[in-house]
């Protein structure tokens, strides 16, 4: 074959392959062609789609009444006041027992982020926020945050109070015990300086 023919060969080859490419060309907005998709259709309902055997047509299906997610503690409180009191009866802080030298640094870290805006560094109340105008807290060092218990605290910061607003979204359930922690070591420290000062 000759330089010329096998060029013109190759050229035709080319053309008819970029043509077939061409004509093939795939709608990227549709769904591929499957073949033997397998196990790609699951037999289960996908989790959105509608189902005929449930009364409401949905596949999702809320969990039976009753029932509590495998890792999920549940709090069975609202923002109450008398739901504060009962947190401080039946809640224990888990991590009091635990490495409580990291807990109280990471509750210190937290406090500084969340808490002191409106509590102070110290918790006297005199955060940036009061002294803006906001109503200003009570001291997180008297003798009212001193009696609260330590489920009372966490409920505060969970559901809020009067015109505090919850912090549940701010600090993860963990963190909220890890605040108590710390607001209980400004306790101890304010009471240990209230003799130095008067
Ligand atoms: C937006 C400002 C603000 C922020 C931020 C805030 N608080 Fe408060 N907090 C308040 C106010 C105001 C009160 C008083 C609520 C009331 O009217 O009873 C209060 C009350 C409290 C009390 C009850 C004190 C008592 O003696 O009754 C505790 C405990 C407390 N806060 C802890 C915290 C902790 C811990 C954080 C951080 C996770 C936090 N607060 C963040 C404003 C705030």
């Not at 077939?20 to 549709?30: C, G, P």
């Not at 596949?59 to 009962?86: H, K, M, N, V």
């Not at 509590?119 to 807290?137: C, E, K, M, S, T």
């Amino acid at each position: 074959m000759s330089v010329r023919v096998r060029n013109l060969v190759l050229m035709v080859l080319l053309t008819a392959m970029t043509g077939t490419v061409f004509l093939a060309r795939r709608d990227y907005s549709k769904k591929n062609v499957e073949f033997m998709p397998g196990m790609v259709e699951p037999a289960a309902y996908e989790t959105q789609a509608a189902a005929v055997v449930y009364v409401d047509g949905n596949a999702a299906r809320a969990p039976s009444r009753g029932t509590i997610a495998r890792g999920f503690d549940p709090l069975p409180y609202t923002r109450s006041a008398e739901d504060a009191l009962r947190a401080g009866f039946e809640l224990r802080n888990p991590l009091a027992l635990v490495d409580s030298a990291d807990n109280l640094a990471r509750g210190a870290v937290v406090y500084k982020n969340v808490c002191s805006p409106c509590h102070g560094p110290g918790g006297a109340g005199d955060g940036l926020i009061p002294q803006r105008g906001f109503p200003p807290p009570p001291p997180l060092t008297a003798p009212h945050a001193n009696s609260m218990k330590d489920g009372q605290l966490f409920h505060v910061i969970t559901f809020g109070q009067g015109n505090m607003p919850p912090f549940a979204a701010q600090a993860a359930r963990d963190d909220r015990w890890r605040v108590v922690m710390f607001i209980r070591r400004l306790q101890t420290a304010a009471i240990a300086m209230t003799p130095a000062q008067q």
